[in-house]
């Protein structure tokens, strides 16, 4: 498609004028219906007066003066007006029907042409024709002096307003024509914030980052999963060759590393599916009850959870999440474990502490990260996904997941944050703030 601005800005001059001439033809069509035959009659009840008048003076019996000499005087009294007397066989059969009868005509006169109005004298064989002064060729100036600044009071708004408005929607279609082939990396940046185009651009802009992210995550997964599949599959080749010499250790190796690998790919595709969850049409509250039973199975809790805690959440994938950060301290910290909760005017707070060793704090954000372990990855340590699929479920849910400094006994402290009945969207914008960080 070509960048020059000519081509639309034409079809829209082009429709612009098909419109109005349009216009103008429903307009006149409008006007001869409704109005002509109005405007007409009311010229004859306006000239009908005065010609009366001038009858009676050209037919006056008492005047001496012969019809010439009293059509000159009256001539020099009407000034600008002109009055003719006009013989009646000059006009057409219909029109000296109508004029017998003493019916005033009133041909319809044009733009610009000044008016004239006949009607027989008296019994004589004569018409009286009244012609209006000429309108002043003033006017036309004046007409053609308003169509000139229409004209350029148009261009003046194509050029202020229009012209910059196509040349943004020409970006707008560049940038869209660019994501589609493929360059995700294009953003839009020539607008203005005072644009009205703006918001969408910024939007764009938005939906292209996350797009390219996402595309990131998806590859930066695929490679992790097939790096993780490489290592238990040399191992089960290795035992394969061992079977004969060990089988009874050989075929335990290999029922290892298969568990380790089908714990793998069941849990790869749980964070999969959850790309295509929508977990506000499922939703409904979970009080305090509900949390304990997804988690009464683990031992060395201490449950702190406030009596009057409530969760606007997944009944199926909030427990699922709480589950997974306390499998976490529990395999990677230490006992006790304390289970505690908070809230503010808009979120509520699951907080999961431990007394390991903690996270370094460089390390804070990457644990999030799938398929990202710390320290030598042995088969049940888990395949690195469970941070992850936890933070996407919080993030579902309009809230987040991080992890801070236990205060208690120095481990890990992961804070599980959801808002209150609602979908606020400023946590994850205010922890990217606080951490530097843009949203994954």
Known sequence: MSDRLWWPTLRQLLLAAAVLGLAALVASAVYDQLLAGREQHYARQTYQGPLRLIAQQLLDPNSPHALPLRLSHLQHTLGEVKLQLLPLANFPSAEQSRLRQGELLYPAAGYGVADQVYQRLGDTPWVMQLQMPQIPPLLDSVLLAGLCFVLLAGGGLYLALIRPYWREVRTLQRAVEALG?????????????????????????????????????????LHAVAHELRTPLARMFFQLEQLHFDPSAASAGLEANIRQMQALLEQVLHYASLEMYEPHQRCEWLDRAMLRAAVQDFAGLHDEWSADLTLWADPALLPFALRNLVANALRHGAVPVWLTSAKDAQYAYLIVEDAGPGVPESEHERIFTPLVRLGAGAPSEGAGLGLAITRRIARLHGGDVWVEAGARAGGAKFILALPLGGEPASLIERRQGELGLNER
């Open 181 to 221: 082939d493929g360059a995700l990396a294009t953003r839009i940046e020539a607008l203005p914030t005072s644009s009205t185009l703006y918001p969408l651009a910024a939007r764009m802009n938005l939906l292209a980052a996350r797009i390219s992210e996402l595309l990131a995550a998806q590859r930066d997964l």
